[in-house]
């Protein structure tokens, strides 16, 4: 779907005003039709709901278009609240089981947000460790799905996947797609060393779920982003989500620490060209201080995105190789390596690396 110079600023403006950014007036007639269907489409309905309240009552939509508005908000406060019970009450299993459970994005970004409720998601990802002693968390876990009656699906390296109360939860034995791949191998290493040497001590609420460390978050974020950028395309919730987080984290994180890892795992170009449209959507810089670079990923974030259908059969593989190849401009300008380079490591990876080693 094409859209319009208006619809985009109007779009922007109503995201700064549901985060609390400035913003400046929104003027001339709003297209709340498309409005609606790009903020569903980057999971942002709430944050532009919430930016619609601070509009004046002429400026904003009839009636009709807000009910329907507010009930798709309501609708996935409702679902994220489903989500939150389950991920407790997992977390509580696998406590009574000497195992510490790390919630990987969703909550933790979540609670960046001015209003948490606002940050649609669709699945609990975790990453499980022993609470005392060197046992394999991953799979204790996954076997305690299955005796509480859960079907486990563990024919993926990354990560198990499950449905608890009709929720999906990806149990990662990984962090990042790292087989085969050697810079990401760094990352997964380093990644899960500041999980391993945390205590587990900050948790969310009263729950049994814990923090990943800033650093950790951080990273993380960024490469679970590049991936999306390469594989699918990059929404305006990814960016939101690191908008929000770094505003939140801004003092917690070694700056000269996290810059040069990101230059070690080779996402650097990639994090230097989303910082720069995080700026400009918090209205820090002006589109016009973006380099071609930074608007090439500008002009990508615009366009339609499509989703990586979660399949781990053959079928999935090639669509993923394909993604690869239809993806070469983005390896040039935002990797340290080519297409054909990346395609390699796949196919390697695929073929020679069933489950890698850290």
Same mark, same amino acid.
């Given at each position: 779907?094409?859209?319009?110079?208006?619809?985009?600023?109007?779009?922007?403006?109503?995201?700064?005003?549901?985060?609390?950014?400035?913003?400046?007036?929104?003027?001339?007639?709003?297209?709340?039709?498309?409005?609606?269907?790009?903020?569903?489409?980057?999971?942002?309905?709430?944050?532009?709901?919430?930016?619609?309240?601070?509009?004046?009552?002429?400026?904003?939509?009839?009636?009709?278009?807000?009910?329907?508005?507010?009930?798709?908000?309501?609708?996935?406060?409702?679902?994220?609240?489903?989500?939150?019970?389950?991920?407790?009450?997992?977390?509580?299993?696998?406590?009574?089981?000497?195992?510490?459970?790390?919630?990987?994005?969703?909550?933790?970004?979540?609670?960046?947000?001015?209003?948490?409720?606002?940050?649609?998601?669709?699945?609990?990802?975790?990453?499980?460790?022993?609470?005392?002693?060197?046992?394999?968390?991953?799979?204790?876990?996954?076997?305690?799905?299955?005796?509480?009656?859960?079907?486990?699906?563990?024919?993926?390296?990354?990560?198990?996947?499950?449905?608890?109360?009709?929720?999906?939860?990806?149990?990662?034995?990984?962090?990042?797609?790292?087989?085969?791949?050697?810079?990401?191998?760094?990352?997964?290493?380093?990644? #899960?060393? $500041? /999980?391993? =040497?945390?205590?587990?001590?900050?948790?969310?609420? @009263?729950? &049994?779920?814990?923090?990943?460390?800033?650093?950790?978050?951080?990273?993380?974020?960024?490469?679970?982003?590049?991936?999306?950028?390469?594989?699918?395309?990059?929404?305006?919730?990814?960016?939101?989500?690191?908008?929000?987080?770094?505003?939140?984290?801004?003092?917690?994180?070694?700056?000269?620490?996290? #810059?040069? $890892? /990101?230059? =070690?795992?080779?996402?650097?170009?990639?994090?230097? @060209?989303? &910082?720069?449209?995080?700026?400009?959507?918090?209205?820090?810089?002006?589109?016009?201080?973006?380099?071609?670079?930074?608007?090439?990923?500008?002009?990508?974030?615009?366009?339609?995105?499509?989703?990586?259908?979660?399949?781990?059969?053959?079928?999935?593989?090639?669509?993923?190789?394909?993604?690869?190849?239809?993806?070469?401009?983005?390896?040039?300008?935002?990797?340290?390596?080519?297409?054909?380079?990346?395609?390699?490591?796949?196919?390697?990876?695929?073929?020679?690396?069933?489950?890698?080693?850290?």
């Amino acid at each position: 779907m094409a859209v319009s110079a208006s619809v985009k600023e109007t779009f922007l403006t109503l995201i700064r005003l549901g985060l609390c950014l400035p913003a400046t007036d929104i003027r001339g007639d709003i297209d709340w039709q498309a409005l609606q269907e790009i903020a569903t489409q980057h999971g942002l309905s709430g944050v532009v709901l919430d930016g619609i309240e601070q509009l004046p009552e002429q400026q904003r939509p009839g009636k009709v278009d807000l009910l329907q508005w507010i009930g798709e908000v309501l609708q996935n406060e409702s679902s994220l609240s489903v989500q939150w019970d389950v991920a407790c009450k997992m977390a509580d299993v696998f406590d009574q089981n000497y195992i510490r459970t790390y919630i990987l994005k969703g909550p933790v970004i979540a609670e960046c947000y001015p209003k948490p409720s606002r940050r649609v998601s669709t699945d609990i990802d975790c990453f499980l460790l022993p609470k005392k002693g060197n046992f394999d968390a991953w799979s204790l876990g996954n076997d305690l799905m299955k005796y509480h009656g859960c079907k486990v699906g563990v024919d993926f390296y990354k990560h198990s996947d499950f449905y608890l109360q009709d929720v999906k939860v990806e149990n990662h034995r990984f962090m990042t797609p790292c087989r085969g791949n050697k810079w990401l191998m760094k990352m997964e290493t380093v990644l #899960q060393s $500041l /999980l391993k =040497e945390d205590k587990g001590e900050d948790k969310i609420g @009263s729950s &049994n779920l814990c923090r990943p460390p800033v650093m950790a978050s951080a990273l993380f974020i960024i490469e679970h982003s590049y991936s999306h950028f390469m594989g699918e395309g990059l929404s305006w919730k990814h960016v939101t989500d690191w908008v929000l987080f770094e505003k939140k984290h801004r003092k917690e994180i070694d700056w000269d620490s996290f #810059q040069g $890892l /990101l230059e =070690e795992f080779g996402l650097k170009k990639f994090f230097d @060209s989303v &910082n720069m449209i995080c700026k400009y959507l918090a209205g820090e810089v002006p589109e016009d201080a973006l380099s071609k670079r930074d608007k090439k990923l500008l002009d990508d974030i615009w366009d339609d995105f499509c989703m990586v259908e979660d399949d781990h059969n053959f079928r999935g593989k090639l669509e993923l190789g394909w993604k690869i190849i239809c993806s070469a401009w983005k390896y040039r300008h935002y990797a340290v390596m080519s297409m054909p380079h990346a395609l390699w490591i796949y196919l390697k990876g695929y073929f020679f690396v069933k489950i890698p080693t850290i």
